[in-house]
């Protein structure tokens, strides 16, 4: 799993939100965002393996503001995406987007970010992480995918810069399909061992990141905050939710077959009684948000 289509993270789009929605109380980003923003006028925000730029739309609203966004990603064709997916949500939105260069400005009721995209391989190492004047580090759906010495290497650079984090929609290993069938735990450990494999950053921390990461902020000084952000889909509410059980039906299949091409028959059985119990189906993922300041 090293590439993600615009395709599957438009599908995924909507669950997010709403599972960030659920946990945005936890967080006063507005009060925040003053702090970050270090007596400067605008707010610096680097967001790691930014896709088509889901978190921006989640965030750069609730920041409010001035705000300059690099938005990293090393997948060229998310970055291509990207301005068309800030334009359409902006334009749903009421927002307006203007082009400055190779630069957009969204602006919205009390807010506006210069957004500038950063083509970077981000398991190439962390030495050209653009960081100047950056006062917070963010990712969403990204830290289940790097490995413990990764994270290291980019905790050490956020704490030398005094940069907050705010690590978003993290699995945490919890999976609850209802109606229950027997072979669910079965799949469940065969994916959640396929996540520790390697996603291009070394051995993936998988359902362990939140908790790992919040040891080692601890262990540097960080203040945490932490808010549960679960995926509830519920197949009986029509077809969107339905397309979005059946994507993870075969992810979660294919990457239990991979990770134990014997239990291939019993995976296949176990996807063929799922695809037909979709629209009475529902489903929580369990993911977190963790946010980690300096004192
Ligand atoms: C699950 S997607 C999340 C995308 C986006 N943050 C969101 O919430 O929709 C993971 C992202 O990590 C990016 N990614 C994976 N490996 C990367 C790497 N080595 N360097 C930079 N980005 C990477 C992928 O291209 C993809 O956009």
Redesign the pocket.
Known sequence: M???SAD??AL??PF?RAAREAAAAAFDLPGLAVRWRGGGATLGVL?????????LR?LAPRLGGAQRWRL????PR?LAALPGALAAWAAAQGFTVRTQGDRLRVEGPGWRADVEAVH?????GLAALPLAGVGLIT????LD?VSGAWLDALLSRACAAKAALLF??TVDGRIDWRPKREADEMVRRLFEAHQRGD???GPALGSRAVAVAADRLLALGGQLRRAASDWHIDGRQGAQAQAMLAALVEGSAAAAREQDPGAAGAVAAWAAERRQLLARTTLCIGHAELLADWP
């Open positions: 090293t590439g993600f599957w993270l995924r789009e997010d967001d790691l393996a930014c896709g088509t730029g889901a978190n989640e990293v990603d090393h997948d998310l970077l391989d981000l398991a190439g990712a969403s759906a990204l995918l978003a929609l996603k291009g950053f």
